[in-house]
């Protein structure tokens, strides 16, 4: 192992350390505040996955990640186990109100582009219709924004655009900046880096360079959906790339150290 990867994983395999000892160590599962710790520990892990990969010493096994990350899926699990029963009899009454309060004629409603519909943090409206025409994977964020666009050009006549879309991320591989290519109701292309998340839409989330310098080079064109991806109706919300860039801090959170 080489020393600047060894100084490196002491000190974040540290980091790790500690919020597993602060927040998930014998900690109930079930909770809002479990869940959006066991989401912030997942973060931590995907980043330092990420930053394994560049190293000379490519092993997951210098990092001591793989054991977190059993302990991460075993206790998702459980969480969501927990959290479902809890919510059980809350569901059966909602759904019995919601019955018998839909009025039996709807007013039709303008349809907005998802880039616009879903400014404000809202459940997906259609989700059933859009579920069921795809088997969501374990890459449950990218199919949903795929899902989405793809039904909403099929609500304007628009199956020509709805066959064009494509999960890149998936197709060709991380690297473009974006994960998935849809497109404007003009046609221009439009292109969409998902930020997944089963604790908040709040919650921070992290960009690589590569998405960050794509967002630069597309100020009128690339998007960031937020999507909150949960047992029930998942919700989302849509960024710009200027509103991205300008609105938030972006912290830079690791660095390559070579020879000169």
């Given at each position: 192992m080489q020393d600047f990867e060894r100084a490196a994983s002491e000190y974040y395999q540290e980091q790790l350390r500690e919020f597993f000892a602060s927040n998930l160590y014998k900690k109930r599962?079930?909770?809002?505040?479990?869940?959006?710790?066991?989401?912030?520990?997942?973060?931590?892990?995907?980043?330092?996955?990420?930053?394994?990969?560049?190293?000379?010493?490519?092993?997951i096994s210098y990092w001591?990640?793989?054991?977190?990350?059993?302990?991460?899926?075993?206790?998702?699990?459980?969480?969501?186990?927990?959290?479902?029963?809890?919510?059980?009899?809350f569901h059966s009454v909602r759904n019995f109100v919601k019955k018998?309060?839909?009025?039996?004629?709807?007013?039709?409603?303008?349809?907005?582009?998802p880039e616009k519909h879903y400014r404000i943090a809202r459940r997906i409206d259609n989700w059933e219709e859009i579920n069921?025409?795809?088997?969501?994977?374990?890459?449950?964020?990218?199919?949903?924004?795929?899902?989405?666009e793809q039904a909403f050009?099929?609500?304007?006549?628009?199956?020509?655009?709805?066959?064009?879309?494509?999960?890149?991320?998936?197709e060709d591989g991380d690297g473009l900046g974006y994960d998935v290519l849809s497109f404007f109701e003009d046609g221009r292309k439009k292109y969409i880096e998902v930020k997944s998340?089963?604790?908040?839409?709040?919650s921070s989330y992290f960009l690589s360079s590569n998405e960050l310098g794509f967002l630069k080079d597309h100020n009128?064109?690339?998007?960031?959906?937020?999507?909150?991806?949960?047992?029930?109706?998942p919700e989302v919300t849509t960024y710009s790339s200027s509103e991205v860039l300008e609105k938030n801090e972006i912290i830079p959170v690791q660095y390559i150290v070579s020879g000169k």
């Open positions: 599962s079930g909770s809002q505040r479990f869940e959006e710790a066991l989401s912030e520990f997942s973060s931590m892990i995907e980043g330092l996955s990420k930053m394994n990969s560049v190293f000379i010493t490519n092993s001591g990640l793989q054991a977190y990350k059993d302990y991460l899926e075993k206790r998702t699990i459980n969480h969501n186990l927990q959290s479902s029963k809890r919510s059980e009899t018998f309060s839909q009025p039996k004629e709807l007013e039709q409603k303008k349809i907005i582009a069921k025409k795809r088997k969501l994977t374990g890459q449950k964020g990218e199919e949903i924004a795929v899902a989405i050009f099929e609500s304007i006549n628009r199956k020509d655009l709805a066959d064009k879309i494509r999960h890149v991320a998936v998340t089963t604790a908040s839409l709040g009128e064109d690339a998007f960031i959906y937020r999507i909150l991806v949960t047992n029930d109706v």
